[in-house]
């Protein structure tokens, strides 16, 4: 009865989930028509008077609100023609061909800004980000990540551990007019100590741009390996003691339908085999989600994501609704330039475990805040907050805990 009341649930907030897609989606294709017959009329006038410099500016808002860069450029340009020391015209140029992926010519226009005054700190620090990005897209082959160590607290606090971490990203360039990428992706992370745990992710695939925007819409295909060695249980994740390897193929898809608004999916099959009890398992997962950046420094989202497993010993279902926050600010010191970002995370899940001594229907609440502070352009300081509550029919898995981290970082 419990399991069927989690699960009609489940089926209950997917629904409002794509409620909620398509009342956006419906609302965001009146806004683009409304948009649409707004920069036409404005262009209408620009014929009549092709110099004047707010119906310029206009065309341009109305233009990258439709995610049309190469009129954002073609206006741009003509106004950079007309007054070539607009600083601020030069810069959205610059965006305008970032966007497209013409890195040289967004180069160009740096430059030229660079060149024509005096700038403040936070100017520089921003030209030379583009500039470093500009460089950046122009290799063949690419790398970034971060590595970090520190502190992991768990159990309420009674468990300590010394925690590491690696994220990384390879892009190399496959060719082409449409800025398309083969993406490796990695992500691994150990703990030692009062909690014991290894865990790996490796992802692979090529990334196309479906429109050959820089910033427009995503595709990617890939292929995707995770290892976990669990030698002391997991209570945030309800997983118990577990050495797991599971391959998976799968299909990201990222949409930016405007400059505030955009949505992904990802869809997941694949099979696992956790090497403690012997079962073999096959894996499904899909996730729904959209965000909104209201500002520059803004970013709202809100995903569902739905997970199962399926074995001859243990079969479970995992059903997470989650709402993540995040705002990025500036200490507006001379020697700290790089934004700090905090953030926050609301998530409720229900989880289905059918067969084995772990079985169990268990609800679980989690919400946390966390901080990352840059020192340098490159040294940060992550710090984690949160706390799971969660209510089970197996007195192994209920209860409250609370996690914190503290990771020292560096940035490449």
Not at 26 to 48: C, P, Y
Not at 87 to 114: C, P, V, W
Not at 126 to 136: E, G, I, S, V
Not at 180 to 185: A, G, M
């Amino acid at each position: 009865m419990r399991q069927n009341l989690t699960t009609n649930l489940a089926c209950v907030l997917s629904l409002c989930v794509l409620a909620i897609f398509s009342s956006t989606k419906e609302s965001k294709a009146e806004r683009s028509e409304a948009v649409l017959l707004e920069r036409d009329e404005v262009f209408q006038k620009l014929l009549f008077d092709p110099t004047n410099r707010s119906l310029m500016a206009l065309y341009v808002q109305l233009s990258i609100e439709m995610l049309d860069y190469e009129a954002v450029v073609a206006t741009l340009e003509r106004l950079v023609d007309l007054e070539p020391k607009n600083r601020t015209a030069r810069l959205e140029l610059a965006q305008a061909y970032f966007a497209l992926g013409s890195n040289d010519m967004a180069k160009y226009h740096i430059n030229a800004i660079k060149k024509s005054g005096t700038l403040t700190d936070q100017e520089t620090a921003l030209l030379n980000r583009y500039n470093t990005k500009a460089d950046a897209r122009n290799k063949k082959l690419r790398f970034s990540g971060r590595v970090s160590a520190g502190l992991h607290m768990t159990d309420n606090f009674k468990e300590r551990s010394k925690a590491g971490e690696l994220v990384f990203s390879v892009r190399y360039d496959m060719g082409g007019s449409k800025a398309e990428d083969w993406v490796t992706q990695g992500f691994a992370r150990v703990l030692d100590g009062d909690s014991n745990r290894e865990a790996l992710v490796l992802r692979t695939g090529p990334e196309f741009r479906v429109t050959g925007d820089a910033y427009g819409p995503r595709l990617q295909p890939y292929l995707q390996l995770s290892t976990t060695n669990d030698n002391e249980g997991d209570t945030v994740t309800n997983n118990d003691d577990e050495d797991t390897v599971e391959t998976s193929i799968g299909l990201f898809y990222q949409n930016p339908l405007s400059k505030e608004w955009s949505v992904f999916t990802n869809l997941s099959y694949g099979g696992g085999e956790n090497y403690d009890n012997g079962q073999h398992y096959a894996i499904t997962r899909s996730t729904l989600g959209a965000a909104w950046k209201p500002m520059r420094q803004t970013r709202l989202s809100l995903s569902f994501d739905m997970r199962g497993a399926s074995g001859s010993l243990i079969t479970d279902e995992r059903y997470t609704i989650r709402f993540d926050a995040r705002q990025a600010f500036s200490l507006k010191s001379p020697n700290i330039k790089r934004d700090w970002i905090a953030g926050a995370f609301l998530s409720k899940s229900w989880l289905n475990v059918n067969g084995g001594t772990d079985a169990r229907t268990s609800e679980q609440i989690g919400y946390g805040l966390w901080m990352r502070s840059y020192f340098t352009d490159t040294l940060l300081l992550d710090t984690r907050l949160s706390q799971f509550d969660t209510s089970s029919t197996n007195l192994r898995f209920d209860g409250k805990n609370e996690v914190f981290t503290a990771m020292f970082g560096w940035e490449f």
